[in-house]
């Protein structure tokens, strides 16, 4: 079995840094294949495990880490606290944005 569930973030105001705002998955088993082949190259060699989770236990929650150079259009149900809350879904990569142009500042939690 292949996971695959893009992880989510935005610069932060300070010092330019990459902070994660949630995840986005809901792949297809084919879709899954093709993202981990598609970002291989963009791997930095990190790699982790997630905590684990109170609604799906046992499954693997390891986690690699790619360089921030892909912005990733999603949509959302509900955010908070600076962070994607529910029911992220991946609209679309957008090679017309720079990475550094998508700030914290730019999530909307409703507020």
């Not at 995840?23 to 970002?39: C, I, N, V, Y």
């Not at 790699?47 to 499954?59: A, I, L, T, V, Y």
Request: one cysteine or more.
């Amino acid at each position: 079995m292949v996971a695959c569930s893009l992880g989510i973030g935005a610069e932060a105001a300070v010092a330019g840094r990459l902070r994660p705002v949630g995840h986005a998955s809901g792949f297809s088993a084919a879709d899954k294949r093709r993202l981990r082949q598609e970002l291989a190259a963009l791997e930095t060699g990190e790699r982790g495990s997630g905590d684990p989770s109170r609604w799906s236990g046992g499954r693997d929650l390891e986690w690699v880490e790619l360089r921030p150079e892909l912005v990733v259009e999603v949509t959302y149900d509900h955010a908070s606290n600076g962070r994607i809350r529910h029911g992220a879904k991946v609209v679309r990569f957008r090679d017309d944005r720079d990475p550094a142009s998508c700030g914290i500042d730019q999530l909307d939690t409703g507020s």
